[in-house]
């Protein structure tokens, strides 16, 4: 006999739960491990950097007013363990400094040339050479179309990229312009992407209003520093392959007085060209033909 099976409601409970699951497992991810978190306004501490200097040239700028973008790569170089060593020579403080954080990692674009010049700045170089970064990491640049949410495409790109295990450094707004008399209306701010929570994403916001906490806010897009963020543009980080070697030393020549002093080797004597001494002999000989001619002519 043969009939269709009708599943038990008890059947029909773990169906639902497993599909619930599945649901849950494909709406939360997660790095594999935890993003640094750090705080370009850090001001009032220990270390602190958020009254360094950015860019180069008499750029007005500090980190803790412009500092977002730097402050985010800084995160996701020490999320890679990247590490900087900055000789006494360029640093901020005048001290050795080593490791990774936003005044390590200014110091070294400043000596690198990372600044470029920005239209928004009336004078210096204040803007990030993405191509003068540290050696490392490598970027791929990702535009989100829309206006109002991540579009499936980028959701996909991003999504898939966390799954690899690679945090996204994006530029963001949250109003019709960035600020106060502005007309930028994109990129406004500059967060890390490090996971995914139900419908929103997680988020390493650079910017914590407390001055003396060294630690950026670990939050949501939906729950910004200044609100809910819809993402412009952004780039996945990833590591790069190879061993980075010496190439992000910082190298300082050393001092007339102690560079080595210059060996000059005497001359060699230099002997007579064979060249020479055969148009010598050649034209001794003509001498003395010349004389037997002579000779030979006057002979009675």
Not at 63 to 82: D, H, I, N
Not at 135 to 161: C, K, M, Q, T, W
Not at 205 to 216: E, H, K, L, M, V
Request: with cysteine; hydrophobic share 40%; net charge negative.
């Amino acid at each position: 006999m043969t009939g269709r099976w009708v599943p038990r409601s008890s059947t029909v409970l773990l169906l639902c739960l497993a599909v619930v699951l599945a649901g849950r497992a494909q709406s939360i991810i997660d790095l594999p491990r935890r993003v640094p978190s750090f705080n370009q306004a850090y001001s009032i501490g220990p270390g602190a950097w958020g009254r360094e200097t950015l860019g180069t040239g008499g750029c007005p700028d500090l980190l803790q007013a412009t500092g977002c973008l730097v402050t985010a790569f800084a995160a996701v170089l020490a999320y890679y363990e990247v590490s900087l060593e900055i000789p006494p020579e360029f640093s901020s403080t005048g001290q050795r400094r080593v490791g990774m954080d936003p005044g390590i990692l200014n110091d070294w674009l400043r000596a690198r040339a990372g600044y470029g010049p920005c239209a928004t700045d009336p004078a210096g170089s204040c803007c990030l050479e993405w191509d003068r970064l540290p050696y490392g990491i490598d970027l791929s640049f990702h535009v989100n179309r829309s206006e109002v949410s991540l579009n499936p495409i980028a959701a996909i790109i991003i999504d898939h990229a966390l799954r690899q295990g690679s945090p996204i450094v994006a530029g963001v707004h949250w109003s019709a312009y960035c600020r106060s008399g502005s007309t930028q209306s994109e990129d406004c701010h500059w967060v890390v992407i490090t996971g995914k929570m139900g419908s929103t994403y997680t988020i390493m916001d650079p910017f914590n209003r407390d001055s003396a906490d060294p630690q950026g806010l670990t939050t949501t897009l939906s729950a910004g520093s200044r609100g809910r963020y819809i993402v412009d543009r952004f780039a996945v980080v990833e590591r790069a392959a190879g061993e980075i070697g010496s190439a992000n030393a910082l190298w300082v020549d050393p001092p007339v007085s102690e560079a080595a002093p210059l060996s000059i080797a005497a001359p060699e004597p230099v002997g007579p060209s064979p060249w020479a001494t055969i148009l010598a002999l050649m034209a001794s000989l003509s001498l003395i033909a010349a004389a037997i001619w002579l000779g030979s002519r006057d002979a009675p």
